[in-house]
């Protein structure tokens, strides 16, 4: 992260304890190597496998990052306050997720005061996506919201109330795209999430939706020549955050943590904001302890995601960040099986995850048409 990062203590409690389990998942992994390696196909070792070690220089280095010039700091704060604020009734939503025995009920008796929320939430529910053949359709808020299931309905909540950024005629199919890829790796790391303990679901769910914010304040406030500049760097092979840097003067992990506190997130989620490339660049015992387990688990739902849409992607609608495929700066396996509790050898769970990605292509006809029937 930036500057912004300075306004925040990172947690080392703990540090200690994490490296021991690394250390201790190093060996196992060294012991376990050969089995590993003869991972069957379609599974998460045979994924990891595909995807070689890192040892390229990066000219951006996470870990100290460049400044940014006063006069373009300037722009952004100024660009940034005049986006809306987030509605007061997304934070109340938000409260009544944070219970523990927050319920579909509850839920529902928040959303049913917004007409607009309620349209979107049945609609939702009641779309191919979710709803299955001869189903009857469902009008009542919390059997919506316990068909969709409350992270689901959060994220929907937050596409339907956050202010609108980048979505003029010319920039929507851009901002459909980066809500198409949070949805995705939100929707990932929440299975993901179910065999980690460190991670709860609903923390899984909202980061995964929100780490990319600061991609759509870009779309916001730049014009098309720097967004086409930005895009034919990102597409000859410069990282993301090098080729914004070098044509923006800041990166999305800037304006990111600009808008979130603007919008006044919680803070883990402006801490996740702040480090969520830290996984492709830095070892896992370099992340802050505090972020460890997402961070990796937010980096291999992005190589689930671009195996999973590799074709779409090939073929290409314009996407300003499509082409760049993240990476792991070490090899993964042991913390996936060691921390994460992530079976390397189980198809069932790689299938479970590739469905989840074919659900979400219908609620996005504009990308995925033909995936719509």
């Given at each position: 992260?930036?500057?912004?990062?300075?306004?925040?203590?990172?947690?080392?409690?703990?540090?200690?304890?994490?490296?021991?389990?690394?250390?201790?998942?190093?060996?196992?992994?060294?012991?376990?190597?050969?089995?590993?390696?003869?991972?069957?196909?379609?599974?998460?070792?045979?994924?990891?496998?595909?995807?070689?070690?890192?040892?390229?220089?990066?000219?951006?280095?996470?870990?100290?990052?460049?400044?940014?010039?006063?006069?373009?700091?300037?722009?952004?704060?100024?660009?940034?306050?005049?986006?809306?604020?987030?509605?007061?009734?997304?934070?109340?939503?938000?409260?009544?997720?944070?219970?523990?025995?927050?319920?579909?009920?509850?839920?529902?008796?928040?959303?049913?005061?917004?007409?607009?929320?309620?349209?979107?939430?049945?609609?939702?529910?009641?779309?191919?996506?979710?709803?299955?053949?001869?189903?009857?359709?469902?009008?009542?808020?919390?059997?919506?919201?316990?068909?969709?299931?409350?992270?689901?309905?959060?994220?929907?909540?937050?596409?339907?109330?956050?202010?609108?950024?980048?979505?003029?005629?010319?920039?929507?199919?851009?901002?459909?795209?980066?809500?198409?890829?949070?949805?995705?790796?939100?929707?990932?790391?929440?299975?993901?999430?179910?065999?980690?303990?460190?991670?709860?679901?609903?923390?899984?769910?909202?980061?995964?939706?929100?780490?990319?914010?600061?991609?759509?304040?870009?779309?916001?406030?730049?014009?098309?020549?720097?967004?086409?500049?930005?895009?034919?760097?990102?597409?000859?092979?410069?990282?993301?955050?090098?080729?914004?840097?070098?044509?923006?003067?800041?990166?999305?992990?800037?304006?990111?943590?600009?808008?979130?506190?603007?919008?006044?997130?919680?803070?883990?989620?402006?801490?996740?904001?702040?480090?969520?490339?830290?996984?492709?660049?830095?070892?896992?015992?370099?992340?802050?302890?505090?972020?460890?387990?997402?961070?990796?688990?937010?980096?291999l739902a992005h190589i689930i995601a671009r195996h999973s849409l590799s074709i779409d992607v090939e073929n290409g609608n314009g996407a300003i960040w499509q082409s760049y495929q993240r990476q792991f700066?070490?090899?993964?396996?042991?913390?996936?099986?060691?921390?994460?509790?992530?079976?390397?050898?189980?198809?069932?769970?790689?299938?479970?995850?590739?469905?989840?990605?074919?659900?979400?292509?219908?609620?996005?006809?504009?990308?995925?048409?033909?995936?719509?029937?």
């Amino acid at each position: 992260m930036s500057w912004l990062s300075k306004l925040f203590s990172i947690f080392t409690g703990g540090q200690a304890k994490v490296n021991k389990r690394l250390n201790r998942a190093s060996k196992t992994a060294a012991h376990d190597s050969q089995a590993l390696s003869s991972c069957p196909e379609n599974t998460l070792g045979w994924l990891l496998k595909q995807n070689p070690d890192i040892t390229s220089y990066m000219a951006y280095d996470v870990s100290k990052p460049h400044s940014i010039h006063p006069g373009v700091l300037g722009r952004l704060r100024t660009s940034i306050h005049e986006i809306p604020p987030m509605p007061e009734s997304w934070r109340q939503i938000q409260r009544a997720l944070q219970q523990p025995d927050a319920s579909a009920s509850d839920l529902g008796a928040v959303v049913a005061n917004d007409p607009v929320l309620t349209a979107r939430i049945l609609t939702t529910c009641n779309s191919s996506a979710y709803a299955t053949a001869g189903s009857s359709e469902i009008n009542n808020i919390p059997l919506a919201i316990a068909r969709l299931g409350l992270d689901e309905t959060s994220n929907i909540i937050f596409q339907t109330l956050a202010p609108k950024l980048g979505e003029s005629p010319e920039k929507r199919l851009q901002a459909r795209h980066i809500w198409m890829h949070s949805q995705t790796i939100s929707t990932l790391m929440r299975l993901l999430s179910e065999s980690c303990t460190q991670v709860s679901r609903n923390d899984a769910s909202l980061t995964g939706m929100l780490h990319d914010i600061g991609k759509l304040v870009i779309l916001h406030i730049e014009d098309q020549q720097k967004l086409a500049d930005l895009k034919a760097s990102i597409d000859g092979g410069l990282s993301t955050l090098e080729a914004e840097y070098h044509h923006l003067g800041y990166t999305h992990i800037d304006s990111g943590m600009m808008l979130a506190l603007h919008w006044q997130l919680p803070k883990y989620v402006q801490h996740f904001i702040s480090f969520h490339h830290h996984a492709a660049h830095l070892p896992a015992k370099q992340i802050p302890s505090h972020l460890q387990h997402a961070m990796m688990m937010l980096n291999l739902a992005h190589i689930i995601a671009r195996h999973s849409l590799s074709i779409d992607v090939e073929n290409g609608n314009g996407a300003i960040w499509q082409s760049y495929q993240r990476q792991f700066a070490e090899r993964p396996e042991p913390f996936v099986k060691l921390e994460l509790s992530l079976p390397l050898d189980s198809q069932t769970l790689y299938q479970q995850l590739q469905l989840q990605v074919e659900r979400i292509k219908p609620q996005f006809p504009d990308l995925y048409p033909t995936t719509n029937e």
